[in-house]
């Protein structure tokens, strides 16, 4: 554990650096995802067995963490500039590094190292390679799959609309936020296949599904819409998160 903590704070002091000689803090959300793919990896190596559910429980995370890095990369490399927020966390800060630094890097290191839980309980005592290991790898890959299906709904139309329309389409028909919303269920999957070591796992699956909902996913995703009329209805008839696929 020391050590996966150790490694964590080299690499966010290191990409905290990084920010500075490119000035763009943003490459953090980039690296949200190599993040739990650094701590899935060092846990399964310290690890004194390599049994099976750890094996398929170490490629689950590697799947989602890859599929989110590809798919904030690629919009970083669309739009090379610093995102929005942190450019107006940029004008606004005083003390601008050193609150950076904590509020940004710390702060991150210290999410991945909670939401992580199901990692290290699966790697400190490996469940079996059961029904209910199949059943929350089954529901994680639902989540991801989930998720992957509305982001790539989202790019195609982002791709074709015109001013001021909005996605409603799809999977967004039932749900404004179907990626977070698959987001969430692949985390509630890593939290039941943990949670045959501890319960405890189920802090993971809470604390992501609160962020998303109230913190960092669906508020900031949907403050640039506060005077779009159309916008405000579709979100007067449709759910933030969990679809309502019949009304």
């Known amino acids: 554990m020391i050590e996966i903590i150790a490694g964590l704070c080299v690499t966010y002091s290191l990409l905290f650096l990084l920010s500075i000689v490119l000035k763009d803090n ?8 190599m993040g739990f793919l650094q701590v899935a990896l ?3 190596y310290r690890s004194e067995t390599r049994t099976p559910s750890q094996v398929l429980f170490t490629i689950l995370v590697a799947l989602w963490a890859m599929r989110i890095v590809s798919y904030i990369l690629s919009k970083k490399w669309i739009k090379k500039d610093e995102d929005p ?5 940029r004008e606004q800060w005083q003390h601008f590094y ?4 904590f509020q940004i890097y710390v702060l991150q290191g210290v999410l991945v190292m909670i939401i992580a839980i199901p990692i290290f309980l699966v790697n400190s005592a490996p469940p079996p390679l059961g029904l209910v290991t199949a059943a929350g790898t089954a529901v994680a890959l639902f989540g991801l799959l989930y998720e992957t299906i509305g982001d790539l709904q989202l790019r195609s139309f982002i791709k074709t609309r015109e001013k001021g329309q909005i996605m409603t389409r799809g999977l ?15 985390w509630l999957g890593a939290s039941i296949v943990a949670a045959q070591v501890s319960l405890w796992a189920f802090i993971s699956w809470l604390l992501i599904t609160f962020l998303l909902r109230y913190v960092s ?10 005077d779009n009329q159309a916008f405000q209805a579709y979100k007067r008839e449709t759910p933030a998160m969990i679809p309502r696929f019949f009304k």
């Open 42 to 44: 060092h846990a399964i």
């Open 98 to 101: 050193l609150r950076s630094f």
């Open 172 to 186: 967004w028909k039932y749900s404004r936020h179907p990626n977070y919303f698959g987001e969430s269920v692949f």
């Open 217 to 226: 996913g669906v508020p900031p995703a949907e403050e640039r819409y506060a």
């Open 85 to 89: 927020r942190y450019a107006r966390w």
């Open 26 to 33: 943003s490459i953090a959300d980039v690296f949200w995802g």
